[in-house]
């Protein structure tokens, strides 16, 4: 969306574009940037051209990277970057700030693995005609679960890898459109699995989360008993655990690991969270639509991005 006055320091629509994604997913490549705003262009000289020229007014700045064989650059937004995309008020102030340390630092792998996921349900949205578009997903969204402050070993807070929404548009004429939001968790092959069930053991503690009483009401219950999620969202979001970083034999054996110390939680085992697991590799070849999501609980039945049983209403949120 265009700047509700001049673009800062005469950048172009595309150049505030790019700002603008580089602002809320942080780090993305030259690459990944072609993808999400130039797809329809046969190369990316343009948005280079852009690029480099909000480099010279000191908007961005960039570091070298070397994968498979090929060089390429990832880019970042300045403080003055950040700064004109803060006084727009176009998007959510966010507070993290990327630099060269942290560019070439342990979290690049992630973050660029991360704006793939976000890429393949864009990318599957143009094919389908649904609406996903680059600023759909937010990384690092916090949400808190549990009243207090932070205990060692209790966290306060949830804080998903991403919060990616999406339209999805039903088949034939008038098709049905629904809003769909998911709590996207990466694992790059680096976390134990016991430490990815206790993800999932803190996604199902925020479903059932209910803030404590507003001050003066200590020892009450909370009067209207609402869940928190229930203030940001419309339905609860649907949880994707994406996998990369080893071979697809490796990452089946993670899920079905997982899977194994998920079901044998009782409470878990109960829950009506709906979660499922994927590798990236999948999402980028067949789509999110497409039955490549292996539930967590229940039986291990190839699903889609909606996580619904087939014997369960496909009506449901």
């Known amino acids: 969306m265009p700047y509700p006055h001049p673009a800062p320091l005469g950048a172009s629509r595309l150049g505030q574009q790019a700002l603008e994604v580089l602002y809320q997913h942080r780090l993305v490549s030259t690459r990944q940037l072609h993808r999400l705003l130039t797809p329809t262009h046969a190369n990316a000289d343009y948005l280079r051209k852009q690029l480099h020229r909000l480099r010279a007014r000191d908007m961005v700045d960039r570091v070298g990277r070397r994968a498979n064989g090929q060089s390429e650059l990832l880019w970042w937004v300045t403080d003055a970057g950040a700064a004109a995309i803060e006084a727009a008020g176009q998007l959510s102030v966010r507070p993290y700030r990327m630099n060269e340390t942290a560019a070439f630092g342990p979290l690049q792998e992630h973050t660029l693995a991360l704006n793939e996921t976000g890429l393949c349900f864009v990318e599957w949205a143009r094919r389908r005609d649904d609406e996903c578009h680059p600023l759909d997903w937010t990384p690092e969204l916090a949400h808190r679960l549990r009243d207090g402050e932070t205990r060692p070993g209790d966290e306060a807070f949830l804080v998903p890898d991403s919060v990616l929404r999406y339209v999805h548009t039903g088949s034939g004429p008038g098709g049905q459109r629904r809003l769909l939001t998911f709590f996207v968790e990466l694992d790059r092959a680096t976390m ?12 199902d503690r925020y479903r059932s989360y209910v803030p404590a009483p507003p001050p003066g009401l200590s020892g009450r219950k909370n009067p209207s008993g609402r869940p928190a999620w229930k203030d940001r969202y419309p339905a ?50 067949a789509g999110p639509f497409a039955p490549i999501f292996t539930p967590l609980l229940g039986a291990p039945t190839g699903l889609d991005a909606f996580l619904t049983p087939p014997a369960a209403s496909t009506s449901a949120a």
């Open 192 to 203: 134990s699995v016991a430490r990815l069930a206790d993800k999932v053991r803190n996604y």
């Open 236 to 285: 609860f979001p649907r949880l994707l655990i994406v996998l990369t970083g080893a071979s697809e034999q490796r990452l089946q054996r993670r899920t079905d690991d997982l899977r194994s110390l998920v079901n044998a939680d009782p409470k878990l085992a109960r829950s009506p969270l709906r979660a499922g697991v994927t590798s990236l590799q999948q999402l980028a070849k």
